[in-house]
């Protein structure tokens, strides 16, 4: 194989596909980036059995060939290659050359057809989103998805439901659910699929998130495909049915709050070195009366409170939540004001707009006051 | 105590002396800072028993008096507090309150009496230098000192040495000296001192890096005194006589290199990726020729050749060099040209300038080529 490509187009090839090489393994191949020319164009895939990222780059092929190359020892050479053209040759025994100005590095590749190849897919028609809006969708939902080594495996996905031109993400853990809903451009035939949160937050790390941009989506019955910028990233879905989440969304309440989004935050935010050191962990207490809430947080530490003026419907109310929580949500949300909608104090809180363009839902902690 | 401050004021004091507070200590009252309003400004203080720093704030003091808070909770919640007036009340029973804008904190402090004093040292005439030369002789010489835990107490600081207007700083470890020479703007009496390490590296954090800003240093006995923008830095001197260099510094060489820095460094740092991993460690090895130096690294990853274009004066030379260390003069040196100087593959390769103000030497590692 003999590849020539311009080092700013090869880093940026070997960037994005690097998300995909796994930290540690027993197999080496993995750690490895494959480098494909054995068609018309160099393609670089990383593969670590979940999610697969392809990357096209530009360049010439001066000889057909394939070869895999250790992935982070690649990117740190290509890093500090000068902005000049890189030349990678590798003979049939593996002896790799690469070159670029005075640059002259020797040493041993891989066979590339030890490398686990990345499963050809047949596709349906795409859906079309933009770069920004998948990239906005992922940060607003994936921060309440369950560590991978949770013990319900399906909290670890989030689930992607298209119904017409209607996309919503859903993503939930022990303690709160987040809903998105947007609308797309046209509408699709219906899809309800869960895809891995380790998949969602690699995609994120790539897409430049532009406006104009455009994202396909391929759903098959066991992958999901996103192809953008000469990038596909295939990640395997998580099987079975997602956590039915509907009997625990409802309209009914009896506190309606309406808050400053920012100044919630910063005040709750305000609370947190009260859990200082070995502070036992504690709730705050948000004492929701007519045009005010009382903020209040006893640890160990200290006592704090903190008050923020609102806009109330209906009863007053004394709940507590875990302060990390609502900061979670609140940091997510682009609204300046949002609203809270309660029952009563062991019931969730909904953080919500009217149009349910977003949804989260936060359960408060047992207080006794 | 009762103090008022604007929370900016707080905030930039708080992180000021923060530097001063040790990260693990079995004292809980040097785990605090100061706030000692018992004169006519507020000062706050920290103290690690090597290092200890004053800052004076603008504030108005309702009651006098004087009390220890635990610093890093108290740089969090300042740091958190909204940008207006902070108000600190602190009773005898060390009851405290801290109030701005609609925050209320109640804590726990500490009797100030408790805190371990700042000495308070007799002052001679200062040696005046602006925060910017200051702060750049730091950096271009702290990166050599030895660490904290070092055999040799000697390495772990660094000379200072006043000789009429000429300010010298050297700092060594085992296969290296870095050396700074600077014209003052006056003459002051001689003065030869060594100053721990990480006394140097905490100012050089504080320093603006003004270059209209002057920093005044006081020499006493045992002490070394910075004072600068309403802040006193107080640190002990290391004891004894520094370790004698002039013995290793000479003029005399074989070879003589002028080379571009930036191009040096980046073909030097380009070879680095060849101790990936567990890679056996290797120098690199210089090759050099009539206009150029060949650059080599074999290790068990692989071979990488460099070259850069020289202009030599006097023998070819083969000569090997642990990449880190060559990296960490070059990275510091501000000029666009260097010379280098050697002798033969066995003595130390002097990086310096006509003027000497700056001199970099280091060992050469032995190779069998």
Request: glycine share 6%; charged share 25%; proline share 4%.
């Amino acid at each position: 194989m003999k590849i020539t490509c311009s080092q700013s187009e090869l880093s940026k090839g070997v960037k994005t596909v690097l998300n995909a090489v796994p930290g540690r393994t027993t197999m080496a191949i993995l750690e490895c980036i494959l480098i494909d020319a054995t068609g018309d164009q160099i393609k670089l895939t990383a593969n670590d059995m979940e999610i697969g990222i392809e990357s096209i780059i530009e360049g010439t092929i001066e000889e057909k060939g394939l070869m895999a190359i250790d992935a982070r020892f690649f990117g740190q050479i290509i890093n500090k290659c000068p902005d000049n053209d890189v030349t990678i040759y590798c003979d049939d025994k593996y002896h790799t050359f690469i070159t670029c100005d005075t640059m002259n590095l020797n040493i041993t590749g891989m066979p590339g057809e030890d490398y686990p190849k990345i499963p050809v897919i047949p596709r349906n028609e795409p859906v079309i989103i933009s770069q920004f809006t998948l990239k906005e969708l992922i940060r607003q939902t994936t921060f309440t998805i369950s560590e991978a080594n949770a013990n319900n495996k399906m909290m670890t996905g989030e689930l992607m439901e298209i119904n017409g031109d209607n996309l919503k993400m859903v993503a939930l853990d022990k303690y709160r659910i987040s809903i998105r809903n947007i609308k797309l451009k046209e509408s699709y035939p219906n899809k309800k699929v869960v895809v891995p949160g380790k998949a969602l937050n690699e995609i994120a790390k790539i897409l430049n998130g532009g406006t104009e941009d455009m994202v396909e989506v391929f759903f098959t019955d066991n992958h999901i495909i996103f192809e953008f910028d000469n990038t596909t990233i295939v990640s395997r879905l998580i099987e079975g049915e997602f956590i039915n989440i509907e009997h625990m969304i409802s309209n009914d309440y009896e506190t309606k709050v309406k808050v400053n989004k920012k100044r919630l935050y910063d005040k709750i935010d305000r609370l947190t070195p009260m859990l200082f050191k070995d502070a036992e962990y504690k709730p705050f207490i948000m004492d929701i009366k007519e045009n005010v809430i009382d903020l209040r947080m006893n640890t160990t530490v200290g006592a704090m409170k903190e008050q923020v003026d609102i806009t109330k419907d209906g009863k007053d109310l004394v709940i507590g939540f875990n302060s990390k929580l609502f900061i979670d949500a609140l940091k997510v949300i682009d609204e300046e004001e949002v609203n809270l909608y309660m029952v009563n104090h062991r019931s969730p809180c909904f953080i919500k707009d009217e149009e349910g363009s977003f949804i989260y839902v936060i359960l408060p902690v047992n207080i006794q006051e």
